[in-house]
């Protein structure tokens, strides 16, 4: 089992930035996949960014050069720094983990979910 706690999220004006944290209770070297998904209000959670143990990283295009993802294996912990945030950004934003020692779940595991919400 793997618990994932995020933190980071809050109020802030469009432009502005927040940075997302995702603390993980196993080391994150054992994870090969790591992930932020985004649920904006009445819409379908979708991924917004992910990195794989090797640091290879995919982007939705909505995020594309604003977000970055990054994950530090001492502190076992994934980030997601997000500038020149948009109203549209505002959303629920869950990590996700999955591949752990090479073996894949289903659904992988998930955080509780962090607010963001962008101000216009």
């Known amino acids: 089992q793997v618990q994932l706690v995020e933190s980071g999220g809050g109020l802030v004006q469009a432009g502005g930035s927040l940075t997302l944290s995702c603390a993980s209770s196993?080391?994150?070297?054992?994870?090969?996949?790591m992930a932020w998904y985004r649920q904006r209000p009445g819409r379908k959670r979708e991924l917004a960014a992910g990195i794989s143990s090797s640091g290879s990283t995919n982007y939705a295009e909505s995020v594309k050069g604003r977000f970055t993802i990054s994950r530090d294996n001492d502190k076992n912990t994934m980030f997601l720094r997000m500038s020149s945030l948009k109203p549209e950004d505002t959303a629920v934003y869950y990590c996700?983990?999955?591949?752990?020692?090479?073996?894949?779940?289903?659904?992988?595991?998930w955080g509780q979910g962090t607010q963001v919400t962008v101000s216009s």
């Open positions: 196993v080391s994150i070297a054992r994870i090969n996949l």
């Open positions: 996700n983990a999955d591949f752990v020692d090479g073996i894949p779940y289903s659904d992988g595991f």
